[in-house]
T-cell receptor, first 114, second 114 residues
Framework: DAGITQSPRHKVTETGTPVTLRCHQTENHRYMYWYRQDPGHGLRLIHYSYGVKDTDKGEVSDGYSVSRSKTEDFLLTLESATSSQTSVYFC?????????????FGPGTRLTVL | AQSVTQLGSHVSVSEGALVLLRCNYSSSVPPYLFWYVQYPNQGLQLLLKYTSAATLVKGINGFEAEFKKSETSFHLTKPSAHMSDAAEYFCAVSDNTNAGKSTFGDGTTLTVKP
């Protein structure tokens, strides 16, 4: 299994509070991705990173920010959580950003915003 | 632009029966296609992928898929379902113009009846 961990695995928070989710990899892969998974919507890309300090937006980036200060860590921050951000969040990595790359997924973080 | 349509959000088969999960894609450039499987409370893992070599792709656990350009399809099959195949299955499309980003379908939940 690819070495990807996510923390925390579960979190309950209140509307308006900031939340940071962490993704850590031990594979030294260049690309890292944050997705959210909601019933009936599959996985939707929030942000991705193509290197240290290099990030870009995905299709559902509003209300989220990311940072990558080290190859192995990719942080997702909800500056002020809303109930619509209740979801399961997955981090994924890929080696080179080529279309043929397999994405390897972490175990997910279940976030509930009350 | 890429998109994926998975026909049928829920599929139910009897143990030992044929499994057929449907995926149609849209892509303006030659696509690469993936099937991922997600077991309860886990991240996604790769079943198989098409990367423009053989059109019939064999994956893990006895699954296979055939790329049909004329039908823009990449349906997943398994001759004989096993109880352990019960999971959610995602089809995804990517290409070499998009930093390895994949577009995922909404998923199909496979139920296997004894």
């Amino acid at each position: 299994d690819a070495g990807i961990t996510q923390s925390p695995r579960h979190k309950v928070t209140e509307t308006g509070t900031p939340v940071t989710l962490r993704c850590h990899q031990t594979e030294n892969h260049r690309y890292m991705y944050w997705y959210r998974q909601d019933p009936g919507h599959g996985l939707r890309l929030i942000h991705y990173s193509y290197g240290v300090k290099d990030t870009d937006k995905g299709e559902v980036s509003d209300g989220y920010s990311v940072s990558r200060s080290k190859t192995e860590d990719f942080l997702l921050t909800l500056e002020s959580a809303t109930s619509s951000q209740t979801s399961v969040y997955f981090c994924a990595i890929s080696e080179s950003g080529q279309g043929t790359d397999t994405q390897y997924f972490g175990p997910g973080t279940r976030l509930t915003v009350l | 632009a890429q998109s994926v349509t998975q026909l049928g959000s829920h599929v139910s088969v009897s143990e030992g029966a044929l499994v057929l999960l449907r995926c149609n894609y849209s892509s303006s450039v030659p696509p690469y296609l993936f099937w991922y499987v997600q077991y309860p409370n886990q991240g996604l893992q790769l079943l198989l992928k098409y990367t423009s070599a053989a059109t019939l792709v064999k994956g893990i656990n006895g699954f296979e898929a055939e790329f049909k350009k004329s039908e823009t399809s990449f349906h997943l099959t398994k001759p004989s379902a096993h109880m352990s195949d019960a999971a959610e299955y995602f089809c995804a499309v990517s290409d070499n113009t998009n930093a390895g980003k994949s577009t995922f379908g909404d998923g199909t939940t496979l139920t296997v009846k004894p």
